[in-house]
């Protein structure tokens, strides 16, 4: 069996080396979800109640006329879910790079995944 054990840590010691920087970003972005109790963005389907964890990639504020909003796409390693905070124009915390969980429904717009005025919690910046 010893030798099986060592084959398996061979291979993963060969698909670190040859896995590409974002591959292996989104490896570990997927196993800090999981170990924060979120489902895997890519497995959320419309209308769930689920909890996502992951990075913020980008937050945009949207000015409409009649509702402003907060955007910010989160990242998980497998997908990405789009958190709209309607009628806000800053969330403090809420920022390219910080790392959040989130929980609330999952609705489809524009064929993206897309959880509005979500529950969330920040982690501490590392």
Same mark, same amino acid.
């Given at each position: ?25 989104? &490896? ?14 890519? &497995?959320?389907?419309?209308? &769930? !109640? ?8 980008? !937050? ?67």
């Amino acid at each position: 069996m010893s030798t099986d054990e060592d084959r398996g840590s061979l291979r993963r010691m060969l698909r670190r080396l040859t896995a590409s920087e974002a591959e292996i970003e989104a &490896q570990e972005l997927l196993r800090e979800s999981a170990e924060h109790g979120g489902v895997p963005a890519g &497995q959320c389907m419309r209308g &769930q !109640v689920v909890s996502v964890s992951g990075r913020l990639r980008t !937050v945009v504020y949207t000015p409409r006329t009649n509702l402003p909003t907060l955007e910010a796409d989160l990242y998980d390693g497998s997908d990405v879910v789009t958190l709209v905070w309607l009628g806000r124009r800053h969330i403090a915390g809420i920022e390219p790079g910080r790392h959040l969980t989130a929980r609330g429904r999952v609705a489809v717009r524009d064929d993206r995944k897309v959880i509005y005025n979500p529950y969330y919690e920040l982690e501490p910046p590392k």
